[in-house]
């Protein structure tokens, strides 16, 4: 039987209004004035906001070969108790990398039959594969992603400009985005030498040992070859705002760029990191309290075009908790479940509304994927994918509100507004009051 969402506050991309979504087979047929609800409807009452289901353009799932440190049966788990109804995850920490046809489609045979969630797969461009570029477009990737900085992990490789002038034609062809990590390593080089002898239990070693201006110099070589190869750039997690400039200029320009920034840039700053945390380890650092508030004015101005997660878990043990080691802890901050809440606090503070919301973490972030038309949206003929939201109402995050595999985050004990009461998968409900749903209704979205 079809069904009614009935909701005071539906938040559209054009406004937020009343009334009643109709859904028939998991789609979204249309939207009325609750009295114009036809008859033959189920009618399911929403309190709170009704929100296009969240898509998450960056995750790292880790599965095939890194399942214990988090999978697909609990990252979707996860994913559904945090509003996210898609997520495209990384082409690693899994082992294989997803940087050949056969990586995929591993991928795919281990999702299968474990997924609450819709999931898709950006491909890496890495390791001389420039060959295997438009093979995996074809096979159904929605983008790639490289590195300029060392990774870290086993089964993924940096790239230099050398081997990015051979994969850019390659890309460009495609038409797909090449999702950036944009960091240098000679200025990460020059400034871990600089700290010979310091006190990696520090934040403040952890924070010098990556400085802004490597990131700056990475934007600037990739601004340069996007006006070289025209190709799809995204700068994934910016954290310095003063990589602003260049890419508001690039942008003026024309360039086809986009840029994303994740929640703990937005939430946290440095000067607030006890020494020793290494639960707020990742790269590039969270930085000063005065860049975050840069970077929220940017996100205002729309020069930061999405929020992802870059909800990255490792077991406890790495992140070598007793020993606060930020030189040896593992970096990643697991947030998937919690990250709405996050996002959703620090706007309200700032004059931001449901639709800056849903814009920065459905909209856009589906459009980066190619989605669009399909997620990210609550219009006709898009999928029924929704958040029950309660914007006002605030609570201190628990181990047991992160569902995922292991219950470490540094957001545990932080007061946040705004609550997941439900979320939908194409009408289905997977996750309720609390409760994540037993149904696998998510699957690999293709073409
Ligand atoms: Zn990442």
């Known amino acids: 039987m079809p069904e009614a969402f009935v909701s005071q506050q539906i938040v559209t991309p054009n406004a937020i ?8 087979n998991g789609r979204i047929t249309a939207i009325v004035d609750a009295p114009f609800i036809p008859s033959g409807h189920r009618v399911i009452h929403c309190p709170g906001a009704l929100l296009p289901g969240l ?16 999978g697909f049966a609990t990252a979707t788990r996860a994913a559904a108790a945090g509003g996210y109804t898609t997520l495209i995850d990384m082409p690693l920490n899994c082992l294989p990398a997803t940087t050949t046809i056969e990586a995929l489609e591993a991928k795919r045979a281990a999702a299968q039959g474990q997924c609450l969630v819709d999931w898709a797969a950006w491909g890496g461009v ?46 460009a062809r495609t ?61 994934v997690h910016l954290a310095t705002a003063q990589a602003l400039d260049d890419l508001r200029r690039a942008r003026e320009e024309g360039l086809p760029i986009s840029v994303e920034t994740c929640p703990h840039y937005l939430h946290f700053a440095a000067e607030d990191i006890p020494d020793g945390s290494t639960l707020h380890k990742c790269a590039p650092p969270i930085r000063s309290a005065e860049n975050r508030e840069q970077l929220w004015e940017t996100v205002r101005e729309g020069v930061i075009d999405l929020i992802a997660t870059d909800h990255s878990p490792c077991p406890p043990e790495m992140k070598r908790i007793e020993e606060g080691n930020f030189a040896t802890a593992w970096g990643g901050i697991a947030s998937i479940s919690v990250a709405l809440s996050i ?24 459009q980066l994927a190619g989605l669009d038309g ?74």
């Open 175 to 235: 038409g797909l985005p090449l999702l950036v990590h944009a960091e240098l390593p000679e200025p990460l080089d020059r400034a871990t030498r600089s700290l010979a002898g310091a006190d990696w239990r520090r934040y403040e070693t952890w924070l010098r040992s990556r400085p802004d201006e490597a990131e700056v110099e990475a934007i600037r070589l990739m601004i340069r070859l996007c006006r070289e190869f025209r190709f799809h750039l995204h700068i």
């Open 374 to 447: 399909r997620k990210g949206v609550i219009a006709p003929g898009h999928d029924a994918d929704f958040v029950l939201f309660t914007p006002d109402s605030d609570r201190i995050i628990t181990a047991e509100q992160l569902h995922t595999r292991h219950p470490l985050s540094p957001y545990i004990g932080e007061h946040l507004y705004g609550t997941v009461t439900a979320t939908y998968l194409r009408g289905n409900p997977v996750y309720e009051e609390g409760r994540v749903s037993e149904s696998t209704l998510g699957h690999e979205i293709i073409g």
């Open 343 to 366: 996002v959703w606090t620090g706007m309200r503070r700032r004059g931001f509304s449901l639709s800056d919301l849903a814009r920065l973490m459905s909209q856009r972030p589906a």
């Open 55 to 70: 898509v998450d353009s960056h995750i790292h799932i880790n599965e095939p070969g890194r399942t214990e440190w988090e």
């Open 17 to 24: 209004r009343s009334g009643a979504v109709l859904v028939d």
């Open 126 to 171: 890495s390791d001389h594969n420039a060959d295997q570029i438009e093979p995996l477009a074809r096979t159904g990737v929605r983008g790639f992603k490289c590195f300029l900085a060392e990774p870290g992990i086993d089964g993924f490789s940096r790239v230099d400009e050398p081997e990015l002038n051979i994969a850019l034609p390659h890309l």
